[in-house]
């Protein structure tokens, strides 16, 4: 486990190449917007299956 850790790191400091401050401020964005996105699918889909299911409920009782 410790050979893992330390050839883990020795590779993130060799290999691993960060991308420059403009390009992950436009994937941050891109990234952001889709989250927004999804979750307002997500809370739409949630409110039309509550609703579906009080109607169906409502006229079983009623």
Do not use: C, H
């Amino acid at each position: 486990m410790l050979t893992y850790i330390k050839e883990s790191i020795e590779e993130l400091r060799n290999n691993v190449t960060l991308p420059p401050k403009a390009e992950s401020s436009n994937l941050m964005i891109i990234v952001a917007v889709f989250s927004i996105v999804f979750a307002l699918a997500t809370w739409g889909v949630d409110t039309v299956f509550s609703n579906l299911v009080q109607l169906y409920f409502e006229n079983i009782l009623n």
